[in-house]
């Protein structure tokens, strides 16, 4: 068992929160979850997918999205503060870019984007980085809760292209005052989102038989991707996947 302490929790919306801890090195290899349990319910263990590669100075990032009536997420949006210490066991999973040099496609919906941002963070130490496209959907604009990192990661890294993608290109009538505090200049406009589900846009640009590809997101965004993929001729071989 490993534990880290919270230094930061920064609560992006209503529903999510990125929260920061620096502890005990964890074998973990990027991609992978681990299971956790925090101090507001230290008997319950949820599986997180860290959004920072492993680091020597323990230095972890967690991206959480609050599910209706949810023990533990909730609590970590609108609970969690510095001093908590956070336990860890199992670390697990099996989305890994292999070294074949084949580009990759990462699909990622809201909070599946973790495990993807540590992917691509470990592949920008590398010296030559697969070509990687990483879809990142979400219901409206305003849940792209990432959009500033991932528009300035676009900016950054030669070999990556993200391509962000709502169902809605409308956001709710209601004000989040979690976002409206946050609100930056930086991110992508409204022209730059395609407008559909996950499925049927990355679907739409065809089959993907020489790519190695990812899927990480609810467990009903996750299969229904995946059938698309696989009616539209992608072999399921070339897929791994962690349903959220
Ligand atoms: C491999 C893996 C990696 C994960 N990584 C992350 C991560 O990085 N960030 C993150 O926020 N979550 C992640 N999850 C999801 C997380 O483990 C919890 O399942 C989630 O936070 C809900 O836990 P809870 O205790 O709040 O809800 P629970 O008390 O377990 O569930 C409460 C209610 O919410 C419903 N529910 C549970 N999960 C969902 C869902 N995804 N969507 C809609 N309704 C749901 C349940 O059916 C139930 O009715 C991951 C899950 C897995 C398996």
Redesign the pocket.
């Known amino acids: 068992m490993w534990h880290a302490t919270v230094v930061e929790h920064h609560r992006l919306r209503r529903d999510?929160a990125v929260v920061r801890l620096i502890g005990d090195v964890i074998p973990f290899v990027s991609g992978?979850?681990v299971a956790?349990s925090t101090p507001q319910?230290p008997l319950?263990v949820?599986?997180?997918?860290?959004?920072l590669p492993p680091s020597l100075d323990g230095k972890l990032e967690?991206?959480?999205?609050?599910?209706?009536?949810?023990?533990?997420?909730?609590?970590?949006v609108a609970e969690t503060k510095p001093g908590d210490v956070w336990e860890f066991t199992e670390p697990?999973?099996q989305m890994r870019i292999d070294d074949s040099g084949r580009d990759v496609v990462m699909i990622a919906g809201?909070?599946?984007l973790?495990?993807f941002r540590s992917l691509i963070l470990d592949a920008a130490r590398k010296a030559e980085p697969p070509r990687t496209y990483l879809f990142f959907g979400a219901r409206t604009p305003r849940d792209l809760y990432a959009s500033d990192m991932l528009f300035l990661l676009d900016a950054e890294l030669p070999w990556l292209t993200v391509v962000p993608v709502v169902e809605h290109l409308v956001d709710p009538d209601w004000t989040d005052e979690w976002y409206e505090r946050t609100k930056v200049d930086v991110g992508y406009g409204l022209d730059d989102l395609l407008a559909g589900r996950l499925g049927d846009v990355v679907s739409a640009h065809g089959k993907f038989t020489a790519h190695q590809i990812f899927v990480?997101?609810?467990?009903?965004m996750t299969r229904a991707t995946i059938e698309q993929l696989t009616a539209g001729g992608t072999p399921m071989e070339n897929i791994r996947y962690?349903?959220?």
Not at 216 to 220: K, R
């Open positions: 999510v992978q979850s956790v319910h319950v949820r599986r997180l997918s860290p959004a967690f991206h959480v999205k609050a599910v209706p009536a949810g023990w533990m997420s909730g609590s970590i697990a999973g809201g909070t599946g973790a495990p990480c997101g609810s467990p009903g962690d349903p959220i």
